[in-house]
Protein backbone atom coordinates (compact mmCIF):
# COMPACT_ATOMS: atom_id res chain seq x y z
CA UNK A 1 0.00 0.00 0.00
CA UNK A 2 2.68 2.53 0.81
CA UNK A 3 4.83 1.51 -2.19
CA UNK A 4 2.07 2.96 -4.80
CA UNK A 5 1.09 5.80 -2.42
CA UNK A 6 4.58 7.33 -2.49
CA UNK A 7 5.24 5.34 -6.48
CA UNK A 8 6.48 8.93 -8.36
CA UNK A 9 5.28 11.45 -5.49
CA UNK A 10 8.80 11.91 -3.71
CA UNK A 11 10.30 14.57 -6.54
CA UNK A 12 13.65 13.89 -7.53
CA UNK A 13 14.43 10.20 -5.51
CA UNK A 14 12.62 7.81 -5.04
CA UNK A 15 12.24 6.89 -1.13
CA UNK A 16 9.95 3.68 -2.32
CA UNK A 17 12.69 1.11 -0.90
CA UNK A 18 12.96 3.38 1.82
CA UNK A 19 9.85 3.51 3.22
CA UNK A 20 9.17 -0.41 2.58
CA UNK A 21 12.37 -0.73 4.72
CA UNK A 22 11.51 0.78 7.66
CA UNK A 23 7.68 -1.28 7.04
CA UNK A 24 9.90 -4.19 7.17
CA UNK A 25 12.20 -3.01 10.27
CA UNK A 26 9.12 -2.54 12.19
CA UNK A 27 7.19 -5.86 11.43
CA UNK A 28 10.89 -7.64 12.33
CA UNK A 29 10.68 -5.36 15.54
CA UNK A 30 7.31 -6.32 16.46
CA UNK A 31 7.83 -10.13 16.33
CA UNK A 32 10.71 -10.10 17.78
CA UNK A 33 9.26 -8.70 21.05
CA UNK A 34 6.35 -10.94 21.09
CA UNK A 35 8.94 -13.68 20.74
CA UNK A 36 10.42 -12.30 23.75
CA UNK A 37 7.56 -11.19 25.45
CA UNK A 38 6.54 -15.16 24.93
CA UNK A 39 9.62 -16.34 26.61
CA UNK A 40 9.85 -14.02 29.65
CA UNK A 41 13.30 -13.11 28.08
CA UNK A 42 15.17 -10.07 29.97
CA UNK A 43 15.66 -8.03 26.45
CA UNK A 44 11.66 -7.95 26.22
CA UNK A 45 12.39 -4.10 27.90
CA UNK A 46 14.86 -2.53 25.38
CA UNK A 47 13.46 -4.45 22.74
CA UNK A 48 9.73 -2.95 23.54
CA UNK A 49 11.68 0.41 24.02
CA UNK A 50 13.61 0.47 20.57
CA UNK A 51 10.39 -0.68 19.10
CA UNK A 52 8.37 2.18 20.33
CA UNK A 53 10.89 4.51 19.29
CA UNK A 54 10.77 3.40 15.41
CA UNK A 55 7.16 3.66 15.79
CA UNK A 56 6.56 7.48 16.71
CA UNK A 57 9.78 8.16 14.29
CA UNK A 58 7.84 6.26 11.50
CA UNK A 59 4.69 8.30 12.51
CA UNK A 60 6.15 11.60 12.15
CA UNK A 61 8.06 11.16 9.53
CA UNK A 62 4.60 10.05 7.16
CA UNK A 63 3.17 12.73 8.60
CA UNK A 64 5.54 15.04 7.75
CA UNK A 65 6.44 13.91 4.27
CA UNK A 66 2.55 13.54 3.28
CA UNK A 67 1.14 15.47 0.66
CA UNK A 68 -1.49 17.75 1.46
CA UNK A 69 -4.95 16.92 1.88
CA UNK A 70 -5.76 13.18 1.86
CA UNK A 71 -2.59 11.78 1.78
CA UNK A 72 -2.01 13.78 4.88
CA UNK A 73 -4.71 12.63 6.30
CA UNK A 74 -4.27 9.24 6.24
CA UNK A 75 -0.80 9.54 7.35
CA UNK A 76 -2.38 11.22 10.05
CA UNK A 77 -4.68 8.83 10.76
CA UNK A 78 -2.16 5.98 10.32
CA UNK A 79 -0.19 7.74 13.23
CA UNK A 80 -3.03 8.71 16.19
CA UNK A 81 -4.87 5.28 15.38
CA UNK A 82 -2.47 2.72 14.60
CA UNK A 83 1.43 3.53 15.27
CA UNK A 84 1.25 5.95 18.31
CA UNK A 85 -0.88 3.77 20.53
CA UNK A 86 1.13 0.66 19.27
CA UNK A 87 4.19 2.68 20.49
CA UNK A 88 2.24 3.79 23.59
CA UNK A 89 1.50 -0.03 24.36
CA UNK A 90 5.14 -0.65 23.73
CA UNK A 91 6.54 1.28 26.33
CA UNK A 92 4.21 0.40 29.02
CA UNK A 93 5.10 -3.27 27.88
CA UNK A 94 8.73 -1.70 28.35
CA UNK A 95 8.57 -0.27 31.54
CA UNK A 96 6.35 -3.42 33.15
CA UNK A 97 8.56 -6.01 31.44
CA UNK A 98 11.41 -5.03 34.43
CA UNK A 99 9.23 -6.38 36.89
CA UNK A 100 9.82 -9.65 35.69
CA UNK A 101 13.17 -9.93 33.55
CA UNK A 102 15.18 -8.21 36.39
CA UNK A 103 15.35 -10.42 39.31
CA UNK A 104 13.96 -8.85 42.50
CA UNK A 105 16.03 -7.35 45.27
CA UNK A 106 14.37 -10.42 48.17
CA UNK A 107 15.53 -12.86 45.64
CA UNK A 108 19.13 -11.78 45.84
CA UNK A 109 19.08 -10.93 48.95
CA UNK A 110 17.77 -14.66 50.21
CA UNK A 111 20.11 -16.32 47.99
CA UNK A 112 23.28 -14.39 49.44
CA UNK A 113 21.96 -14.88 52.84
CA UNK A 114 20.53 -18.51 52.83
CA UNK A 115 21.81 -21.12 54.44
CA UNK A 116 25.42 -22.82 52.92
CA UNK A 117 24.52 -26.15 51.25
CA UNK A 118 27.10 -29.09 51.80
CA UNK A 119 29.12 -29.71 48.84
CA UNK A 120 29.41 -33.22 47.99
CA UNK A 121 32.41 -34.30 46.21
CA UNK A 122 32.14 -35.13 42.72
Known amino acids: MLVEQLHGHAG ?11 DVLEAVCLLSVAQLMRRQHRATSPAAAATAAILCMDAWFDTMSAAPQLPYAEALAMACFAELPLAALLAWTAWHSLKWAAPREDTVTTQATGPASPRTPR
Open 12 to 22: ERSFDSSWVGL
